[in-house]
């Protein structure tokens, strides 16, 4: 590639700050190692901007996400922002909504000296809609998805379109090409016919357009079950927002540290390197965070955009950032305290480094 890849960081809440610079670290590394063009513009959002600004999202973070080729998003405490009017607003499902960031790819997986809840093995990615369900903050035109029509009563409305499911679908059946060549779509179409039932007939449209793809379907909540009592028959998982949403926090708990689960959030023209996890603000400013996660998911970053701009170098720098972070963790030295290791969030992000340029 000739012209450099412009990319936004977005440091975020509690532990952001510091997964972040381990992050950018790693990329930098990667960066040198691959010969890769790389600027980076930093922005603030989240509580910094809120006391700066008067907002967590300030004008011009998304004109600025739209410009750049792809983000990096630390993780955000929208919980706790206040109301709308006073300048709380979530930039994670702003940045979904408007770049129509409508797959959400949330890999898990058990690794051997990762403790896990259960002794089963599994190695899958949920595919999650990112865009309507039951999303209040996204999936209207105007106004929100939850109202309140009278004092007693509260509605929210789940959004499902056959343009959404086909695409998450198409989406799904692509990334099963390149695995183990197996989709599973979740749904609850014995209670939800009409919604689940547009879901599962745009799926089941997609599916035949693979043949070598093999193709079930689970009931959400048999499928809770079944993660935790067979989790190595699934490959690639394909899911409204909501479910999940819910499956993959479900998945990484049982793949171990929360600190380990990398996402993507990919539209058709921008990408956003986002953490599963939320700002953990019991940790934050410690130095103790495990930045895996947020390394991990800008690995799949330099991936998607390897893939758009046809990039080999990015493609094995995303490699290369991805076997990095493994040869880090297999080392019971090179280890952050979550996984019973002693190295703090920076020395992570360095040992990283070293691997990818040593
Ligand atoms: P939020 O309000 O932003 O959702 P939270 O603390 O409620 O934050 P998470 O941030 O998802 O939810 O954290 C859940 C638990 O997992 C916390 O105990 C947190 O310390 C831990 N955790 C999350 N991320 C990491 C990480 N990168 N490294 C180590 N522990 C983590």
């Given at each position: 590639m000739t012209s450099p890849i412009k990319l936004l960081a977005l440091d975020g809440d509690g532990i952001g700050p510091e997964i972040m610079v381990a992050t950018l670290a790693v990329l930098d590394a990667a960066a040198k190692a691959f010969g890769l063009k790389i600027e980076i513009r930093k922005m603030d959002i989240g509580f910094l901007a809120l006391k700066a600004s008067g907002t967590t999202m300030p004008p011009g973070v998304l004109e600025a996400a739209k410009a750049v080729d792809g983000v990096v998003l630390g993780p955000v405490q929208h919980d706790d922002y206040p109301p709308t009017d006073k300048g709380g607003v979530n930039p994670s499902g702003v940045l979904r909504k408007e770049l129509d960031l409508y797959a959400n790819i949330r890999p898990a997986r058990t690794r051997p000296y990762v403790p896990s809840p259960i002794t089963k093995t599994f190695d899958l990615v949920i595919v999650r809609e990112n865009?309507?369900?039951?999303?209040?903050?996204?999936?209207?035109?105007?106004?929100?998805g939850e109202f309140m029509p009278t004092p007693d009563l509260a509605m929210a409305m789940r959004k499902v379109t056959r343009e959404g499911s086909r695409r998450i679908a198409q989406s799904a059946f692509e990334l099963a090409k390149l695995r183990r060549r197996k989709v599973t779509a979740i749904h609850k179409a014995n209670v939800l016919r009409v919604s689940d039932g547009l879901f599962l007939a745009e799926v089941r449209k997609v599916a035949k357009a693979f043949p070598d793809v093999a193709y079930d379907e689970k009931i959400v909540d048999a499928m809770t079950a079944l993660l935790i009592?067979?989790?190595?028959?699934?490959?690639v998982i394909v899911a409204t927002n909501m479910f999940g949403d819910i499956l993959s926090d479900e998945a990484s708990e049982l793949a171990g540290s929360l600190g380990m689960a990398a996402s993507l959030n990919a539209g058709t023209d921008n990408a956003v390197a986002q953490a599963?996890?939320?700002?953990?603000?019991?940790?934050?400013?410690?130095?103790?965070?495990?930045p895996v996660s947020l390394i991990g998911s800008m690995a799949m970053l330099l991936r998607w955009l390897g893939e758009r701009h046809t990039s080999p170098e990015l493609l094995k720098a995303a490699d290369a950032v991805e076997a990095a972070i493994e040869a880090t963790l297999e080392?019971?030295?090179?280890?952050?305290r979550d996984l019973?290791?002693?190295?703090g969030t920076k020395a992570f992000g360095a040992a990283v480094c070293a691997k990818l340029i040593g």
């Open positions: 865009t309507e369900g039951f999303y209040a903050d996204r999936t209207m035109f105007a106004g929100t009592r067979d989790p190595a028959q699934f490959d599963q996890h939320g700002s953990a603000p019991d940790i934050a400013g410690r130095d103790i965070a495990n080392d019971p030295n090179t280890r952050t019973g290791g002693t190295l």
